[in-house]
Each structure stands twice: as C-alpha cells, then as structure tokens.
C-alpha cells in the first residue's frame, strides 16, 4: 500500500471537471483519503516547484498553478505512485495513451490538469507539503 499526492489543476476546477477527474481516479482502484480546494499563492507555487526554478517553463508554470483554485488530494492504493502515474498519462498531452487523464481533460502541456509524484520519496514530501496527518483518513 502507497500513498501519492495528486493536484487537480487550475484547468480542472475552472471547467467544472472535478468530479469527472476524481470518478478516474476511483475506477483506477485509488482511493481518495484526503482532499481540500485551496488558491495557492505565488510562494506556495514555487515552494512547491522548486525542484523546476532552473527551467525555462518555471515562471508559466507558477502563474498558471495560480491562476485559480486547485484540488489537493491524498491517493492510497497499491502501488500508486506509479499507478496513478499510468492514469495521468504523459506530461504533454499529445503523447498520452488513450484513455488518460491527460489524453482526455488536458488542455495543454502546461495545463495538463494533474500532477502527481514522480516516488515514494517525493510523495511522502508533497504529502506533508499539504498535509497534517489529522486531515488524512485511511
Ligand atoms: P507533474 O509534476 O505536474 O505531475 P510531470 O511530472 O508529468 O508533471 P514535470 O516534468 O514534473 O512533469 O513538469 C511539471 C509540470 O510543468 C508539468 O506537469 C507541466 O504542467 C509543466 N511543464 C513541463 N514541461 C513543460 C514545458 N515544456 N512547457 C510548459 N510547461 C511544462
Ligand atoms: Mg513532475
């Protein structure tokens, strides 16, 4: 059993794709344990994506991730790190497999309508980036 933190992206909440995400989610076999809507600020976006200051989609990125609300989410299921990194599909929605997330809600490669840990080390990081272990409900 795994634990990875998902964000639904600003393109997500302002279409009204929500519940469309989340019943992907769940038909994955993930379970959400954890879930709340914030507006992250400037800081808290590039707190967040501070492994990516050094690339040139940096500052888009930041200004896109606040650009309106998001969903922060906790996942539990076996594997799934990697499983829900299946359910994505790939960064740039033209290369996704049919029948992801991002195959079938992204809108760009920069609104691409989901994030997702890339390990267990760094979901174990992004959890508590977001999280205290009262709000998580296994
Ligand atoms: P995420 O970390 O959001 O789950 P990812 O792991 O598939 O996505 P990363 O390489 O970590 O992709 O990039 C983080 C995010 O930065 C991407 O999801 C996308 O929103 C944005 N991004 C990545 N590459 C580009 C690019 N070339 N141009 C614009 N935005 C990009
Ligand atoms: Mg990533």
């Known amino acids: 059993m795994q634990r990875t933190l998902s964000i639904l992206k600003p393109?997500?909440?302002?279409?009204?794709?929500?519940?469309?995400?989340?019943a992907r989610i769940e038909d994955a076999g993930l379970r959400?344990?954890?879930?709340?809507?914030?507006?992250?600020?400037l800081e808290e976006a590039q707190r967040f994506?501070?492994?990516h200051q050094e690339r040139a989609f940096f500052n888009d990125l930041c200004s896109f991730m606040i650009s309106g609300?998001?969903?922060?989410?906790?996942?539990e299921g076996e594997?799934?790190?990697d499983r829900y990194r299946t359910v994505m599909?790939?960064?740039?929605?033209?290369?996704a497999d049919e029948g992801t997330i991002r195959k079938d809600?992204?809108?760009s490669i920069e609104a691409n309508s989901v994030h997702g840990s890339d390990s267990l080390e760094n979901a174990m990081k992004e959890?508590?980036?977001?999280?205290?272990?009262?709000?998580?409900v296994g």
């Open 69 to 75: 609300p998001v969903v922060v989410q906790v996942l």
């Open 105 to 107: 809600f992204a809108e």
């Open 79 to 81: 594997n799934a790190v």
């Open 11 to 22: 393109d997500v909440t302002r279409r009204n794709l929500t519940g469309a995400v989340n």
């Open 49 to 51: 994506y501070a492994v």
């Open 127 to 136: 959890v508590s980036f977001f999280f205290s272990e009262m709000e998580i």
């Open 32 to 41: 959400i344990i954890a879930q709340k809507r914030l507006h992250l600020s």
């Open 89 to 95: 599909g790939a960064t740039n929605p033209a290369n």
